[in-house]
């Protein structure tokens, strides 16, 4: 199992080195550029959409809220809270500067994904709507990369069980344990309970649950965030500028940072923002194409709000907070630097870091729950559902109660994988991406745009 292990690290450390980190960000640097920042531009008009009524959505199964609650279910999690303190204590603070880069380069990749995703979905035979990068794959490229589909599906449904099942159950279990006291035997009790009733009603009830959780969560947690910021409301300037100076020049060792280079800022800053709001990774794809939604340009601007949400707004949260309050130099990291940050201005403020990080991943469990199921049944078709959310239940005990490093490190580099035959997917059908933006987006002003619904040929 050791030389297993480290044949597994050596591996990850490839598919998670530069080469990935420039393919994850020059897509998204390509597809800004080729759609004329686009994604950047229309925000505002995201969020209108987002909450615009619209009586003639189009075919689907959700609404597009509901859609992009789904998505945001299944990134929100511990990386928002633990990855943005290992970033900024392996990085320093100039890493939030670049984790806000890949996010915004990023909102054009996952903009790419949801497009395809509804320009090439499908019905299954229960009438059910599927896509994502498997289906782009098979029905945009043709059949002769119906092959590559297969790989995405393939290391998607196995890392679903790592990164989406039991490393957050884990999580949950420890975070209730070290905080509330809470045997884990008794947190994995309750999670295959819940877990189970919200599975048994597939994706309608996994997007009500959250449509409801998710917004909730996240205007907590923020909110909180925000009364740790506005008590040390004079340290904002000056952290800002730190932020933006660590970004492009070293960091010295200090108190209990042991210093970082320019390189490592941009590295943990990019790895570590990727990782938080999946940008290229083909997962939020799957959810958004379930979406009842008239045309593809629709969701797509209302999927790109995902990353910008989670993080610009969330991860700046955490990211801010750990600044302004010094606790980057105390020498601790993960979660227990972030829960450390919020208590040294809220008293109890770990129990409220503690409360949101078990909601961040017990909603991630709902969300790659849906990814996982969506990769077996195109491999295996509609009668693997029921036998994999049995096996999705029966995983969160043992991810709950066991020790994952192994697991961990395999699902972390399957996770990467699952990034590969998406952005060469991306990048082979970013023409029809653009047409599909150019011909269907008439008014390109700042505060308005006209989308038509699809006709069966475009």
Known sequence: MELITQWLGAINGVVWGVPMLIGLLGIGIFMQIRLSFLPIRKLGTGFKLLFQKNDQRGEGQISPFNALMTALSATIGTGNIAGVATAIVMGGPGALFWMWMTALVGMATKYSEAVLAIRFRETDKNGNYVGGPMYYIKNGLGKKWVWLGTLFAFFGSIAGFGIGNTVQANSVADVLESNFGIEKVITAGILVVLVGAVLIGGIKRISDVAGKLVPVMTVGYFGAGVVVI??????????????????????????????????????????????SNEAGMGSAPIAHAAAKTQNPIRQGLIAMLGTFI????????????????????????????TAASFSAVIPGGNYIVAIALAIFAFTTILGWSFYGEKCIQYLLGPIAIVPFRIAWIIALPIGATQSLTFVWLLADTLNAMMAIPNLIAIALLSPIVYRLTKDHIRDVNADSIDIKPMTKTD
């Open 230 to 275: 506005a008590l040390n409301i004079s340290a904002v300037p000056d952290a800002f500028v730190l932020i933006i100076k660590s970004a492009f020049t070293p960091v010295a060792a200090q108190g209990g940072f042991a210093g970082a280079a320019v390189w490592a800022a941009i590295r943990f800053g990019i790895a570590r923002g990727v990782f």
């Open 310 to 337: 989670d993080t610009i707004i969330v991860c700046s949260v955490t990211g801010l907070t750990i600044v302004i309050t010094g606790g980057w130099l105390t020498g601790q990291t993960g979660a227990t630097l």
